[in-house]
């Protein structure tokens, strides 16, 4: 799910929160739209995972994505939330997803857990990278919105180390760092056949 470049689409809004301007919450909500899009793209890709890990690690990586699948699902509602509480109108089919995003479908489909945890490495970059990006460019506009970003990205920096964790050496190297393509990542990837 390496990302492309993004265009955000303002939304014309009728009213938003107190104190704050209009073009600034048109702006916002367009940033969180991009979000919406890109974590309700991730929950599912997630769990696309989960269902097709297989391999040696298989048990590992099954259990440890429903947990991510849960909170991921979480910030899907309180961005959608907070799109509202702006005044926009939080898109979240599966139409609006695909028409407005700037990324691939996840490539892989069952194959090995170490595999997927490269590629699954190159998707988080991807989704925290475009929340760093928000996150910049609510500073000034909406810290709540702001605030709100913040925490998601801790969190989703968070799984992107555990994601790692299987990839990675023990002297520190992630030998999938150069791949900008999933089935790049996956090739790249240690080898855990016997």
């Known amino acids: 799910m390496a990302d492309k470049a993004r265009e955000i689409t ?17 702006l916002t909500v367009g940033l ?3 979000r919406l899009n890109a974590l309700n793209d991730l929950a599912l890709t997630l769990k696309h995972i989960h269902w097709n890990v297989v391999g040696t690690h ?15 699902r979480e910030m899907v509602d309180t961005t ?6 702006l005044g926009g109108s939080p898109q979240g089919t599966p139409g609006a997803i695909v028409a407005q ?17 490269a590629a699954l490495d190159l998707v988080y970059a991807g989704v925290v990278a475009g929340h760093r990006e928000a996150i910049a460019a609510t500073e000034e506009p909406d810290p709540v919105t702001q605030d709100m970003l913040i ?5 989703l920096e968070q799984f992107q180390w555990f994601v790692r964790a299987h ?20 090739d790249a990837a240690p080898s855990t056949t016997v």
């Open 10 to 26: 303002p939304q014309t809004l009728r009213y938003t929160v107190p104190g704050m301007k209009p073009d600034d919450a048109e």
């Open 32 to 34: 969180l739209q991009d």
């Open 58 to 72: 298989f048990i590992a990586v099954h259990t440890m994505l429903d947990p991510q699948v849960d909170a991921v």
């Open 80 to 85: 959608a939330e907070r799109i509202a509480t």
């Open 101 to 117: 995003r700037a990324w691939d479908d996840y490539s892989l489909g069952r194959d090995d857990a170490i595999k997927h945890m």
């Open 151 to 155: 925490g998601q990205a801790a969190q």
């Open 167 to 186: 990839i990675e050496t023990t002297g520190g190297e992630l030998p999938t760092e150069q791949q900008d393509t999933e089935a790049g990542a996956a």
